[in-house]
T-cell receptor
Framework: EAGVAQSPRYKIIEKRQSVAFWCNPISGHATLYWYQQILGQGPKLLIQFQNNGVVDDSQLPKDRFSAERLKGVDSTLKIQPAKLEDSAVYLC????????????FGPGTRLTVL | KNQVEQSPQSLIILEGKNCTLQCNYTVSPFSNLRWYKQDTGRGPVSLTIMTFSENTKSNGRYTATLDADTKQSSLHITASQLSDSASYICVVRVFSGGYNKLIFGAGTRLAVHP
């Protein structure tokens, strides 16, 4: 079974530029999550989708971050414009549903904002 | 406030030695607790899951314990190997707002030296 795929793996941009990350969850997984993991900290949930609907985006900085999952499969996370404090690893995870199912994580995208 | 605290923050041990990582949580209502292993540059991978009624669960050289009364969990690693070098993250699932949420600890960074 293929795991959660993410791209790119690494991205370096200058502040005020825009960036987009892509995630392809495990086939058949209805729930998709985007996390931000700052160095030395645990992951922080940014947004959770159930199919193509948003379940929780309470910690998403909506003035600069946006995410979509239009067809209920792949998802993109965008930052526009980026700030220095956005430097982090962005993890995508998926699970079969929002119930007590295990979340499977992708390898993450490491973003460096200069 | 739902919180998960881990100790120590970092740990260095020699290959072949045992170690124990700690996790204290103030989460309600508790659903389950997982220990994740996160290798450098990779996403977290689940090691064990424990529910309210479980006290001990093993996965090879990893043994997790849970004391639901004191809200403490530990992860014991036996006969450590170089490949155990990673961050170990304690994650508690809570049912909040009509759906399940994960509360992540900051992790313990373990380095196993030859």
């Amino acid at each position: 079974e293929a795991g959660v795929a993410q791209s790119p793996r690494y991205k370096i941009i200058e502040k005020r530029q825009s960036v987009a990350f892509w995630c392809n969850p495990i086939s058949g997984h209805a729930t998709l999550y985007w996390y931000q993991q700052i160095l030395g900290q645990g992951p922080k949930l940014l947004i959770q989708f159930q199919n193509n609907g948003v379940v929780d985006d309470s910690q998403l900085p909506k003035d600069r971050f946006s995410a979509e999952r239009l067809k209920g499969v792949d998802s993109t996370l965008k930052i526009q414009p980026a700030k220095l404090e956005d430097s982090a690893v962005y993890l995508c995870a998926s699970s079969q549903s929002t119930r007590n199912n295990e979340q499977f994580f992708g390898p993450g995208t490491r973003l460096t904002v200069l | 406030k739902n919180q998960v605290e881990q100790s120590p923050q970092s740990l260095i041990i020699l290959e072949g030695k045992n170690c124990t990582l700690q996790c204290n949580y103030t989460v309600s209502p508790f659903s389950n607790l997982r220990w994740y292993k996160q290798d450098t540059g990779r996403g977290p991978v689940s090691l064990t899951i424990m529910t309210f009624s479980e006290n001990t669960k093993s996965n090879g050289r990893y043994t997790a314990t849970l004391d639901a009364d004191t809200k403490q969990s530990s992860l014991h690693i036996t006969a450590s190997q170089l490949s155990d070098s990673a961050s170990y993250i304690c994650v508690v699932r809570v049912f909040s707002g009509g759906y399940n949420k994960l509360i992540f600890g900051a992790g313990t960074r373990l380095a196993v030296h030859p």
